[in-house]
């Protein structure tokens, strides 16, 4: 039920993008080459959530994701530029968890407020890489203090007779590339997008999109994940019941860093060719985001992190796309005023239709953004949602809050 | 019948107080053994001792014959030990069926065996009569229902051995009536159930064997049907005990506090928080305000002090204050003493004469001009801790250093010393031990016969049919009955609270 219904708004969000591609003949809202682009800007920061997600949930605030980021992005460079893009990968993880055992240290075991640990970790890292950098670079090994030696890229692959692809010599058809490009309404640009996120993709993004639903799978059935959730819950209930709160929330910290430093790692190898100083740009922060907008779920994270790649996607490559993604927000906003009018709220109502309004007659008013505008079209887009959407976001009841051992006392 | 459970001569020593001096308890299996002591005699560490979450000085503990050394609570858990904590253990964002099975889940390879844990506490749920959905979250649940919940916990853990800690506490008389055929139901199936509390008739109501305990140690055994609750209170207390009743009309002709149809709408617009309360209050009367917490009492205490926005009108002496502000009705004479004496009436970390500023900023003694004056502020903080009986070394102490019942005693003392025409007194005695509840009523009882009007609103049943003049039930917002409290029994109004009669 679940399942057919976020297909359905899928479906309905193609057949906008689609209508809008028609009418305003940007052809890269859909094209396949934005879906790919889109992926691979995500993934950094569905691994980022997902390294909130284990942290929060286990009761640790992790501002922090940003500085592990940035440990695993340099490690990824360090390690991969030597040792090839796998051992890369692993190192990148292991920095992250090196950053997050700080953050454990600090906030678990010493009870330091959770946001003053995590700013302290992302200060402390980048200055830290930046120390590190500088003595290779003097030591003759780097060919800059801001950057790393190229890494050997990780191969690419797709979908078996769907989306081109190889296996053992054997070149697979490209059926969905084929219907893209006939140029069909909505049935080309679904083509075109499902090419674009199933072909030509990293082994790394593959198993970046399978830790969602395996996180799922840890937090939500088994033992181990119904402890970790209870430390972020209800701690003192938890200890009463013989659950080593400690431990959970060491455990959750320390995922939450092999996460983060997993992405910085993606960053450095896949989505780049070697370690650049600044890399990582605030991704962590983003994925704190994206994981609010979920509601500290998996799966709600995975459509934060999405909606991200997209605006990202679309504003690196076609700056005209962005101008006709005008015309979507005016159909979400139409879209939130039915609803809210459904529920009975005028007041609310009328003012998304008076926002619709106003951005309709922007998008005749102008021809063009202005280019800074194109690039904070991301973030723009991040704050909007999470504006727009006034869920009732639900935080682990007792996350943020230090917790000692003898609560029970 | 056999020995389920035997404390021998438990000690334990807190840096400068003795919790337990000598304390023996011996409980059989299948029956219900009550442990009852006034607060700070010594129940709940004897309790926590057994359950593993302190260690005793010296002493043994058996269970089941055989001598134990608890390190922590799953030691305890362990042995066949079970606690029902007084303050619930709960996440409210898990399902009842995730709180039950956490800590001890039921594995099916790698995952948790939902199917196998729910079939499981259905059947006990159903063989011990709690009654309970599994699959709801448990902030969804009343009271009475997570009590349930804490204790298909227990007994899902395998414990043979439960212990209720004040488990009537919070509950309504009705839900009480639930929790005891719920303990006939574990006592028929051989349980050992150890009940603490200090309300004596639920004890002789439940109880097969009673164990009292005063000052630390234990002062006697008996059987439940050998007793009554006098006998019982005055073991408890060592003389005689004091009584919530007044004596007498004081009440006066002149109208102290009117009510016009004071109403809260909610934010939301959907029910009020209060809809159209009316009464009127006169000079030494007590009305009392019974109702479950929860259903407007808070909102009407915060009304009266102008905490909060309503619409209608208070008239305070046949004047309208709707438009002053809260310290202008302070400075009036209305005292408030507030539900919650942590939160709302002292703060914990600073010294008592700081606390005793609050409310009381605007005035003698508290203000010479524009500057505090400490030293008449020590003095009078000095002079209420005489007369008020509040029991710490001096002024500089800490609010946080005091007993439950002292700093309620100073919080008394500190709204009397203005001689308030009306007090607010929200559960004035609640969570203290029973000699600052008798000297809290007497209190009470003396201002009102000086004329003082006081609003009682009170969790405890027998306080509010003993100390007021007049009663007015609260349901959903709105005064649903008034009663005369000499002709109200409290099983009488606990229907009337639940909306039952």
Known sequence: M?????????????????????????????????????LLLSVPIVLAALGGLFSERAGVVNIGLEGMMIMGAWAGGYIGSQHGPWAGLFAAMIFGSIGALVHAIATVTFGVDHVVSGVAINIIAAGLVRYLSTLLYQGGSWPGPSQSPGIESISLNGLPVLSGGHYFGWKSPDLLGSIANLNWFFVSDMASILRGLTGDVSYVTVVAICFVPLAYFILWRTAFGLRLRSAGEAPVAAESLGVNVYAMKYAGVLISGGFAGLGGGFLAIVAASNYQENQVAGRGYIGLAALLFGNYRPGGLLAGAGLFGFADALQLRDSAAIH????????????????????????????????????????????????????????????????????RLRMPAADGIPYRRGGLR | MSVAVELRHITKRFPGVIANKDVSIKVETGTVHALVGENGAGKSTVMKILYGMQRPDSGEILVNGKEVHFKNPNDAIEAGIG???????????????????????PKHGATIDFVGARAKVVEMAAQYGLDINPDVLVEELGVGQRQRVEILKVLFRGANILIFDEPTAVLVPQEVDDL?????????????????????????????????????????????????????????????????????HTRRDEITLALKDVSIPTATGSRDLLSNITFNLHAGEVVGIAGVEGNGQAELVEAIMGLRDYTGSIEFHGTSIDELSVADRHDLGIGLIPEDRQRQALMMTSPLWENRILGHQRGKPVMRGFVIDKKATIDSTRTIMQEFDVRAP??????????????????????????????????????????????????????????????????????????????????RGAITAELDPAKTTPEQLGSAMTGAA
């Open chain 2, 394 to 475: 001096g002024p500089d102490t800490l609010a946080a250093a005091l007993s439950g019942g002292n700093q309620q005693k100073f919080i008394v003392g500190r709204e009397m010393s203005k001689a308030p025409a009306l007090l607010v007194a929200s559960h004035p005695t609640r969570g203290v031990d029973v000699g600052a509840q008798g000297a809290i009523w007497d209190v009470l009882r003396k201002a009102r016969e000086k004329g003082m009007a006081i609003v009682l609103i009170s969790a405890d049943l027998e306080e509010l049919i003993g100390m007021s003049d007049r009663l007015l039930v609260m349901l």
């Open chain 2, 83 to 105: 606690m029902v904590h007084q303050h619930f253990m709960l996440a409210d964002n898990f399902t009842v069926l995730e709180n039950i099975i956490l800590g001890s889940e």
């Open chain 1, 324 to 391: 006709a993604l005008l015309l979507f927000i005016v159909a979400i906003l139409a879209f939130v005023a039915f609803r809210k009018f459904k529920a009975g709220k005028q007041m609310s109502a009328i003012l998304s239709i008076a926002a619709a309004g106003f951005t309709l007659w922007f998008y005749f008013a102008v021809d063009e953004l202005p280019g800074q505008l194109v690039t904070m079209t991301p973030y723009i887009a991040t704050i909007l949602v999470m504006a727009l959407a006034s869920q």
């Open chain 2, 180 to 248: 005891f055929q719920a303990l006939e139901g574990l006592r028929a199936q051989g349980m050992a159930v150890i009940f603490i509390s200090h309300k004596l008739d639920e004890v002789l109501r439940v109880a097969d064997e009673v164990t009292v305990v005063r000052q630390g140690a234990t002062v006697a055994e008996v059987k439940s049907k050998d007793v009554t609750a006098r006998q019982l209170a005055e073991l408890m207390v060592g003389s005689e005990l004091p009584k919530p009743s007044t004596l007498g």
């Open chain 1, 2 to 38: 679940k399942a057919m219904k976020i297909l359905r708004y899928a479906t309905m969000l193609v057949f906008v993008l689609a209508s809008i591609r028609i009418i305003t003949g940007a052809s890269d809202l859909t094209s396949s080459g934005t879906a790919s682009a889109a």
